[in-house]
Antibody, heavy 114, light 113 residues
Framework: EVQLVQSGAEVKKPGESLRISCKSSGYSFTSYWISWVRQMPGKGLEWMGRINPSDSYTNYSPSFQGHVTISADKSISTAYLQWSRLKASDTAMYYC???????WGRGTLVTVSS | DVVMTQSPLSLPVTLGQPASISCRSSQSLVYSDGNTYLNWFQQRPGQSPRRLIYKVSNRDSGVPDRFSGSGSGTDFTLKISRVEAEDVGVYYCMQGTHWPPITFGQGTRLEIK
């Protein structure tokens, strides 16, 4: 069974850094791109970017390029989404997903508030 | 970026009646390999999105056959033949032909009248 298990909810202050994770199991991690999708409170789905875990090649949406970093560690089948300086507007649910297949994580709620 | 435009944005439906959601793209979604990478997702309240349909008309395993997808080029439709209570939620179309970025429609909220 394919599973994408995301790390738990986070509460952070503006300006802090954060890395959230998405651990994959049940398939060959290096065979499928992993995407990150943002959903702000009460809003729709926004694609942030994706990574090819076999070589860590990434694509980013222009809307998120430079503000987040997507990485992966294939030795532990885990993808990451990272911020160096959070803003209040980063408050959202973040999903990892294999958009080329049908698998999504349950989401990580990130709350940024002073 | 390819803009995905859904209509309607709100869809009140009587139980047992059909429902239809339109999704239009700002450019053709036919990829160079001949495939059209247009997917439909359902997001029930408080849940992660779930893919229903991939490449326009292919239903994912476990998806009831009352859901169907159709269309071509820039014009696509998701139909529910008879709406059930468990179908309440928000439906999104998504294109994966022209990237980056992959883009989603705004979402259509289906509710029971």
């Amino acid at each position: 069974e394919v599973q994408l298990v995301q790390s738990g909810a986070e509460v952070k202050k503006p300006g802090e850094s954060l890395r959230i994770s998405c651990k994959s199991s049940g398939y060959s991690f290096t065979s499928y791109w992993i995407s990150w999708v943002r959903q702000m409170p009460g809003k729709g789905l926004e694609w942030m970017g994706r990574i090819n875990p076999s070589d860590s090649y990434t694509n980013y949406s222009p809307s998120f390029q430079g503000h987040v970093t997507i990485s992966a560690d294939k030795s532990i089948s885990t993808a990451y989404l990272q911020w160096s300086r959070l803003k209040a507007s980063d408050t959202a649910m973040y999903y990892c997903a294999r958009l080329g297949s049908k698998d999504w994580g349950r989401g990580t709620l990130v709350t940024v508030s002073s | 970026d390819v803009v995905m435009t859904q209509s309607p944005l709100s869809l009140p439906v009587t139980l047992g009646q059909p429902a239809s959601i339109s999704c239009r793209s700002s450019q053709s979604l036919v990829y160079s390999d001949g495939n059209t990478y247009l997917n439909w997702f359902q997001q029930r309240p408080g849940q992660s999105p779930r893919r229903l349909i991939y490449k326009v008309s292919n239903r994912d395993s476990g998806v009831p056959d009352r859901f169907s997808g159709s269309g071509s080029g820039t014009d696509f439709t998701l139909k529910i033949s008879r709406v059930e209570a468990e179908d309440v939620g928000v439906y999104y179309c998504m294109q994966g032909t022209h990237w980056p970025p992959i883009t989603f429609g705004q979402g259509t909220r289906l509710e029971i009248k």
